[in-house]
């Protein structure tokens, strides 16, 4: 199972990516999570992306493509992943497909003012690292393992904004996956459950 997740940021892929990760037991790949950590480790790496994240803008396809492609080749890969957060332009997706064939691509849909309602509300967990939310945390902490919570740095409203200008879903890497016949789109429903039903709807048929 390779799965693809799109969507704009907000939507709640990373949420959907772990839950599927843990279903069907395959590893959560997460562009912006290797940045993040590369940041917080202050890796060469991190240097060079951490200017790009904090503005909103993409990271250039160099630094991204080549990550992307050293952590497919890992055996934990083999059987599957799901890719959360690439491709996000169609170099990305066209590239991706010279080194690995996907089985669906997943777009995770939300209206913008719905993005940044649940920007504004989203938490990282700092100990498992996933997303969470300002109303699911337990005495403020994670409602999953009980880490401390902090916000991302690129979740300030100002760059929420220019995420949202500067990172759009671009149609041609919607279309590249329509003329495959790999594209699927679904709404971003209002709690995690509801839209892994629908998710997992998709994935299940996907096992057949
Ligand atoms: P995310 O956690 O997916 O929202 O990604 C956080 C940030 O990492 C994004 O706002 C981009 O700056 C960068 N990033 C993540 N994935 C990509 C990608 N596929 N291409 C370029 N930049 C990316």
């Known amino acids: 199972m390779k799965i693809v997740l799109l969507g704009p940021p907000g939507s709640g892929k990373g949420t959907q990516a772990e839950l ?10 997460s562009t912006g999570d290797i940045f993040r950590s590369n940041i917080a480790n202050k890796t060469q790496l991190g240097l060079k992306v951490k200017q790009y994240i904090d503005s909103g803008s993409l990271v250039p396809d160099e630094l991204t493509i080549s990550i992307v492609k050293d952590r497919l080749s890992q055996d934990d890969c083999k059987n599957g992943f799901v890719l959360d957060g690439f491709p996000r ?3 990305q997706a066209k590239q991706l497909d010279s080194f690995v064939k996907i089985d669906k691509a997943i777009m995770i ?3 913008d003012d719905e993005i940044i309602n649940r920007l504004s509300k989203r938490r990282m967990c700092k100990k498992c690292s996933n997303p969470t939310h300002l109303d699911w945390l337990v005495d403020g902490k994670c409602e999953k393992c009980g880490g401390e919570v902090y916000i991302r740095n690129d979740d300030s409203p100002e760059t929420i904004k220019a995420r949202l200008e500067k990172q759009k879903l671009p149609q041609d890497v919607i279309d590249f996956y329509v003329e495959k016949g790999l594209f699927v789109k679904i709404n971003s429903l209002s709690t995690k459950q509801e839209t892994f039903i629908e998710v997992d709807k998709i994935l299940k048929s996907l096992v057949k």
């Not at 599927?20 to 790949?29: A, E, G, Q, R, V």
Request: net charge neutral; with cysteine.
């Open 20 to 29: 599927i990760c843990s279903k069907y037991n395959l590893p959560h790949i």
């Open 109 to 111: 849909d939300l209206s």
């Open 89 to 91: 332009v169609l170099n």
